[in-house]
C-alpha cells in the first residue's frame, strides 16, 4: 500500500499537486480535496494557507489539458502511471488479503460458535445425568468396615441387546437384568464373609453387543443407541447398590472390541462406543460421595490402579491374551510391572500366572448360545469373577456362575 504521501526531495509543487490528484483519481488515496490540501498546505505554506480550490481547480485545468492529449501521449509511458499502476496492483492484493483475513475470522468465529454450543449442550447433559442421579437413587448411608482385605470385582463381556434362544443358551436383556441381580447379591455375600473394606469395580469391555456383524445385528433384539442406554442404566444401577455396602466403590473401565463402530481394519482403536458408559455414570453417581469414577485413564486400551498398594491392569483381551509374550509386550508398553492382570473377551474363566504375574480371566454375562459360538461349538455357563485380595495378594478367587 502506499504510504508516503510526503513531498518528493525534487518534487516541485506542480508535480506534488499533480502526483496526489492523480492518485485520488485512480482510487489509491482515499481522501477528498480538504484533506488534500492540509498535504499541500504543510510542505509549501504553514504561515499563509490556500483553500483548497486553490489546488483543485489548477488540477483539473491540468487534468483537462493532458486528458485531451496537448501534453502528448498518456499511455501509460510516464513514470507517475507506473507507479500509480503498482499502487493500485498493491492495493488490490491488500484487498484480497485483507477478504482472506475476514473469511478466516468468520470461520474460526463459527468454529467457535459450534464448540460452545457443543460445551454447552455438555453441560447441560451432565446437569441434566446429575438430576437423574438425584431423583433415581436414594441417599444412603454405606456400611463402613475397616479390615485387612477389598474386592475386586470383574464386569466383563456383558453383550447387552444380544437376543437368542438355542440349545447351548438363552439370552436377552431381562435375563441380562436376573443375572446382575444375583450377581450383585453374591457380590455383597462376599464382600461381609470376608469383611471386605472397599470395593473396586472394573468393567472389561464388551457391555453391548454392537453391530459390528451381520450376524450379530439381525441376533440383536436393539440397535446399537438402546442398547447404550439400556447398559449404562443397568451398569449405573449396579454400581449404585454396590455403594451402600462399602466404605468406598473404585470404578475402572475399558471398551471391548463389540462397541466399534467401523469394520475391524477401519476403526479407530479410542472410538468404542462402550467410552460412553463410564461418562455417563460418572455423572449419574456424582452426588454419592463414596463412589468414585475413574474416566481419566492414559489410554484407552488399558487401566491400572492399586489395590493395597500393589499395582492392577484391567484390558479387554483383543489386543492381550494371556500368554509369555503378550502380557510382556503389554508390561514393557505400560513401562510397568503390575500384580495382577484382569482380562475378558474369552467368555470363560481362567486363572494362570506369567512370570510372576497373576493373570485373571473373567467369563461373561450372556454365556454360550448366539451364532458365533454355536458354529465354533463353544458352549459354557454365564458368569462373572469376584477377587478377595489383602496386604500380600489374592486371598480367594470367586468364579461367580449365573443362571
Known amino acids: 500500500m502506499y504510504n508516503d504521501l510526503k513531498r518528493m526531495s525534487d518534487e516541485s509543487e506542480e508535480k506534488y499537486i499533480w502526483r496526489l490528484g492523480q492518485l485520488k483519481d485512480s482510487g489509491v488515496l482515499d481522501m477528498d480535496w480538504d484533506e488534500i490540501t492540509d498535504l499541500i498546505n504543510r510542505e509549501f505554506r504553514d504561515d499563509t494557507p490556500y483553500k483548497e480550490a486553490a489546488y483543485r481547480k489548477p488540477y483539473s485545468s491540468a487534468k483537462r489539458f493532458y486528458e485531451a492529449?496537448?501534453?502528448?501521449?498518456?499511455?501509460?509511458?510516464?513514470?507517475?502511471?507506473?507507479?500509480?499502476?503498482?499502487?493500485?496492483?498493491?492495493?488490490?492484493?491488500?484487498?484480497?488479503?485483507?477478504?482472506?483475513?475476514?473469511?478466516?475470522?468468520?470461520?474460526?468465529?463459527?468454529?467457535?460458535?459450534?464448540?460452545?454450543?457443543?460445551?454447552?449442550?455438555?453441560?447441560?447433559?451432565?446437569?441434566?445425568?446429575?438430576?437423574?442421579?438425584?431423583?433415581?437413587?436414594?441417599?444412603?448411608?454405606?456400611?463402613?468396615?475397616?479390615?485387612?482385605?477389598?474386592?475386586?470385582?470383574?464386569?466383563?463381556?456383558?453383550?447387552?441387546?444380544?437376543?437368542?434362544?438355542?440349545?447351548?443358551?438363552?439370552?436377552?436383556?431381562?435375563?441380562?437384568?436376573?443375572?446382575?441381580?444375583?450377581?450383585?447379591?453374591?457380590?455383597?455375600?462376599?464382600?461381609?464373609?470376608?469383611?471386605?473394606?472397599?470395593?473396586?469395580?472394573?468393567?472389561?469391555?464388551?457391555?453391548?453387543?454392537?453391530?459390528?456383524?451381520?450376524?450379530?445385528?439381525?441376533?440383536?433384539?436393539?440397535?446399537?443407541?438402546?442398547?447404550?442406554?439400556?447398559?449404562?442404566?443397568?451398569?449405573?444401577?449396579?454400581?449404585?447398590?454396590?455403594?451402600?455396602?462399602?466404605?468406598?466403590v473404585e470404578v475402572h473401565m475399558v471398551a471391548g472390541n463389540h462397541s466399534r463402530i467401523d469394520k475391524k481394519e477401519d476403526a479407530l482403536t479410542d472410538e468404542r462406543l462402550d467410552n460412553l458408559v463410564i461418562w455417563f455414570i460418572k455423572h449419574i453417581l456424582e452426588p454419592y460421595d463414596n463412589i468414585k469414577v475413574e474416566d481419566d485413564e492414559i489410554d484407552s486400551t488399558y487401566v491400572s490402579f492399586f489395590v493395597r498398594d500393589h499395582l492392577f491392569f484391567g484390558c479387554h483381551g483383543d489386543y492381550d491374551t494371556p500368554t509369555e509374550a503378550s502380557v510382556g509386550k503389554l508390561c514393557m508398553y505400560a513401562g510397568m510391572m503390575p500384580k495382577v492382570i484382569l482380562t475378558g473377551h474369552k467368555h470363560f474363566p481362567a486363572m494362570t500366572e506369567i512370570s510372576g504375574i497373576k493373570v485373571i480371566q473373567s467369563g461373561s454375562l450372556c454365556g454360550s448360545g448366539d451364532d458365533y459360538t454355536r458354529q465354533k461349538r463353544l458352549k459354557g455357563k454365564p458368569s462373572q469373577t469376584v477377587l478377595v485380595y489383602n496386604n500380600t495378594g489374592i486371598e480367594a478367587y470367586y468364579p461367580v456362575e449365573l443362571d
Open 69 to 248: 492529449g496537448v501534453f502528448g501521449s498518456k499511455s501509460g509511458s510516464s513514470s507517475d502511471e507506473g507507479i500509480i499502476d503498482e499502487i493500485r496492483n498493491e492495493r488490490h492484493e491488500l484487498r484480497k488479503e485483507k477478504q482472506r483475513l475476514f473469511d478466516e475470522r468468520a470461520a474460526l468465529n463459527k468454529i467457535l460458535r459450534e464448540n460452545a454450543r457443543y460445551e454447552q449442550d455438555i453441560d447441560n447433559l451432565k446437569d441434566a445425568l446429575l438430576g437423574i442421579g438425584t431423583e433415581r437413587y436414594i441417599k444412603y448411608m454405606p456400611i463402613k468396615r475397616i479390615s485387612d482385605s477389598d474386592l475386586v470385582v470383574c464386569l466383563s463381556d456383558l453383550h447387552i441387546g444380544g437376543n437368542w434362544c438355542s440349545v447351548s443358551g438363552i439370552y436377552n436383556t431381562e435375563i441380562a437384568k436376573q443375572r446382575l441381580e444375583t450377581y450383585l447379591a453374591k457380590i455383597i455375600e462376599i464382600g461381609e464373609r470376608h469383611n471386605a473394606q472397599k470395593c473396586y469395580v472394573v468393567g472389561l469391555g464388551d457391555y453391548i453387543s454392537g453391530s459390528i456383524h451381520k450376524t450379530i445385528a439381525i441376533q440383536n433384539r436393539e440397535n446399537v443407541v438402546e442398547q447404550i442406554k439400556t447398559v449404562c442404566e443397568l451398569v449405573a444401577d449396579f454400581v449404585y447398590e454396590i455403594g451402600k455396602h462399602f466404605a468406598e
